[in-house]
């Protein structure tokens, strides 16, 4: 069995900064790729930025300078460095890792529970 716990979301001033912090857990053989994904009220989930085995990473166009991932491979956790927060980044934001639990088995993604952010006075 696999999980993935967030944390660090929250209220925040337009302009502040916070940071994510997902780390997944249980029978994990290898972990491909580790990213973040976020739904705000009435929208499709949406990408925000991933991060490979190989150390790529990849954001969507409006979080490019903004929002930083980062992966601690040893601790099967990725951050999420949000700064310069604007209203409309309030979203839910859910952590994905796509990995397998034995050797013999295929890549799946599996998701956490996701975490409000709000960016609001």
């Known amino acids: 069995q696999v999980q993935l716990v967030e944390s660090g979301g929250g209220l925040v001033q337009p302009g502040g900064s916070l940071r994510l912090s997902c780390a997944a857990s249980?029978?994990?053989?290898?972990?491909?790729?580790m990213g973040w994904y976020r739904q705000a009220p009435g929208k499709e989930r949406e990408l925000v930025a991933i991060?490979?085995?190989?150390?790529?990473?990849n954001y969507q166009d409006s979080m490019k300078g903004r929002f930083t991932i980062s992966r601690e491979y040893a601790k099967n956790t990725v951050y999420l460095q949000m700064t310069s927060l604007k209203p409309e980044d309030t979203a839910v934001y859910y952590c994905?890792?796509?990995?397998?639990?034995?050797?013999?088995?295929?890549?799946?993604?599996?998701w956490g529970q996701g975490t409000q952010v709000t960016v609001s006075l």
């Open positions: 991060a490979t085995s190989g150390g790529f990473t």
């Open positions: 249980g029978t994990i053989f290898d972990i491909n790729h």
């Open positions: 994905n890792a796509n990995l397998r639990t034995d050797w013999s088995a295929p890549h799946r993604n599996y």
